[in-house]
DNA sequence: TCTTGACCTAAAGTTAGGTTTAGGTATTAC
DNA sequence: GTAATACCTAAACCTAACTTTAGGTCAAGA
């Protein structure tokens, strides 16, 4: 269903992501509870959060209306890592942009002669901006 | 000036990251081949490649022109990751700001009645959109 | 009956990407 | 002269998040 490995589903179990689980006779029931919280840890998981941290909030979840603002804060600095890292991706893409473009002249020419002569007023608009966004941060 | 420690230089240096890397008497020389070599790691690395791939392209590089077409196409390939990659995140996204929403209205009315018998239709537009989206490619 | 398959546990193993340690050389600062 | 630094290597260590293995229980089907 969620095309998670049996034996993942029970290293979370383990490490206490699903504090709620019942079991019929040794064998753990997954109900919609457990579906919402694999959700959860999806997303908690993509952005950037530890297993450990994800417990922590499953806790939080049974210990009820007291801890909302704790979630509640938790979700908003997530959010925040999640705009860092897309802005990071963008960067990213930036560079890969540039380095297509500059493959594809490459090719062309047969050899890097003429790029690597290249000031970045030379390259098309698109490109430049490319180049120049992707060779931010890092520079000196 | 890139705030890398020098045991991940030597580390990348180890794994084959500079081929062509120059040296003084034993002690590696970083010239603006280098740098930019860093910056290419930098950029690959956060696209989701390897060390170990990172080497491969970086081999293509003192191979000469031959190399192009693959170099060319690893930088579409990581292109094309980092777009499916920006989209998953955007889908994490909407599970935060839904999330947020929730536990806001949680805040408020003290407990989580309302909002566990609230259907989608019953929520305000944009809530709504970020709750179909993130509860898609998840679900059955 | 028996054997196949789904579940269980505890514990060991795996992988990537570093970091730390131990031991050594060479240059600079006082 | 000697002491603090910056560099070097090889090898051991580390962490997160799983995965695999070994050994066992139980129920259904041929």
Same mark, same amino acid.
């Given at each position: 269903?969620?095309?998670? $490995? =049996? +034996?993942? &589903? ?6 206490? &992501?699903? $504090? ?6 040794? !064998?753990?029931?997954?109900?919609? %509870? ?5 959700? /959860?840890?999806?997303? &908690? #998981? #993509? +952005?950037?959060?530890? !297993?450990?941290?994800? #417990? ?5 979840? =049974?210990?009820?209306? +007291? ?14 890592? /999640? ?8 960067? /990213? ?14 090719? %062309? ?9 290249? #000031? $970045?007023?030379?390259? $098309? ?6 180049? /120049? ?8």
């Amino acid at each position: 269903m969620f095309d998670i $490995p =049996v +034996s993942t &589903l029970r290293y979370y179990d383990k490490e206490g &992501l699903f $504090p709620g689980i019942h079991r019929d006779s040794g !064998i753990r029931k997954f109900s919609e %509870q457990e579906i919402d919280a694999l959700r /959860v840890i999806d997303c &908690l #998981k #993509k +952005s950037g959060l530890e !297993i450990k941290d994800i #417990k922590r909030f499953m806790q939080w979840c =049974v210990e009820g209306s +007291s801890t909302y603002p704790a979630r509640l804060e938790l979700f908003r600095r997530q959010k925040q890592c /999640v705009e860092e890292e897309m802005q990071r991706l963008q960067q /990213v893409q930036a560079m890969l942009r540039f380095k297509c473009w500059y493959y594809e002249q490459a090719m %062309q020419d047969g050899n890097e002669e003429r790029l690597r002569h290249m #000031k $970045p007023e030379e390259m $098309p608009e698109d490109i430049r901006k490319a180049y /120049v966004q992707s060779h931010l941060t890092l520079d000196e």
